[in-house]
T-cell receptor
Framework: KAGVTQTPRYLIKTRGQQVTLSCSPI?????VSWYQQTPGQGLQFLFE???????NKGNFPGRFSGRQFSNSRSEMNVSTLELGDSALYLC????????????FGPGTRLTVT | GENVEQHPSTLSVQEGDSAVIKCTYS??????FPWYKQELGKRPQLIID?????GEKKDQRIAVTLNKTAKHFSLHITETQPEDSAVYFC???????????FGTGTRLTVIP
């Protein structure tokens, strides 16, 4: 089976712009979670989707949003980018509707200048 | 909310020695505890996990132990090899939360 894929792998944006990141889960996985990884804050949970429904959201501002499509692919959007949004954004998928056996994608490295 | 603490932050061992990384969690409703290995520039890779109804689990050179009463779990790597060098993260899932809370990571260096 193909693993979790994310596009694009690298992105450079300017403050104030918006960005959309994409994640394709492992075939058959219906749960997709997004995490932000930074050297200072580590791995922090953004949100989780199952069957196109957001079931859980982390402690991030409303500028961070996401959605999931009927084929389980997911996108996350960050509006009005700030310098502090520079990070590695990881998505992870799992088969069931818990975090059991979550497998990560390679991440999208976002740099905000 | 759940808080996961991980120690040590860095660990250096000689090749062939054992390495132990420890984590504590705060929410007694946590029921699933995975460990991830992240090599430089790579994605976190699930290496072993344990559910709350099990006290220990082994997979070749790695093992995880869980003490629910004390709310701590540990990763044990025996006969370490240079390719074990990476950052290791522990995590927990609170029942029904559908997401993982991660520790701050341990940078393991295996010296040949």
């Amino acid at each position: 089976k193909a693993g979790v894929t994310q596009t694009p792998r690298y992105l450079i944006k300017t403050r104030g712009q918006q960005v959309t990141l994409s994640c394709s889960p492992i075939s058959g996985h219906r749960s997709v979670s997004w995490y932000q990884q930074t050297p200072g804050q580590g791995l922090q949970f953004l949100f989780e989707y199952f069957s196109e429904t957001q079931r859980n959201k982390g402690n991030f501002p409303g500028r961070f949003s996401g959605r999931q499509f009927s084929n389980s692919r997911s996108e996350m959007n960050v509006s009005t980018l700030e310098l502090g949004d520079s990070a590695l954004y990881l998505c992870a998928s799992s088969l069931s509707w818990s975090a059991y056996e979550q497998y990560f994608g390679p991440g999208t490295r976002l740099t905000v200048t | 909310g759940e808080n996961v603490e991980q120690h040590p932050s860095t660990l250096s061992v000689q090749e062939g020695d054992s390495a132990v990384i420890k984590c504590t969690y705060s929410d007694s409703a946590s029921n699933y505890f995975p460990w991830y290995k992240q090599e430089l520039g790579k994605r976190p890779q699930l290496i072993i996990d344990i559910r709350s109804n099990v006290g220990e689990k082994k997979d070749q050179r790695i093992a995880v132990t869980l003490n629910k009463t004390a709310k701590h779990f540990s990763l044990h790597i025996t006969e370490t090899q240079p390719e074990d060098s990476a950052v290791y993260f522990c995590a927990s899932e609170v029942t029904g939360a559908n997401n993982l809370f991660f520790g701050t990571g341990t940078r393991l260096t295996v010296i040949p």
